[in-house]
């Protein structure tokens, strides 16, 4: 199976987000999912593309998506002081 998740270039992503982001998708993704390739870019859009994958599985990353991103307190450390 293959990801792909866009996010719109238009909305800035504070430094090292993107690479924060795809580090920890891929993490959670493959917990469930281990042979999956995971790729996270920026385009005109927001979208999530599962290539090969059953409807249930789609469904299931779509909720590994939604998790973390809501869980990036988490995870991202934008080297702000606190």
Excluded: Y
């Amino acid at each position: 199976m293959r990801i792909e998740v866009t996010l719109d270039k238009r909305n800035p992503l504070p430094n090292g987000a993107l690479e924060a982001l795809s580090s920890e998708f891929s993490r959670r993704v493959n917990r469930d999912f281990p042979d999956t390739a995971v790729q996270i870019r920026l385009a005109g859009g927001n979208t999530l593309t599962v290539m090969g994958g059953l409807k249930v599985e789609k469904d299931r990353i779509e909720e590994i998506l939604q998790e973390t991103w809501e869980s990036a307190d988490d995870w991202f450390d934008a080297g702000f002081p606190e």
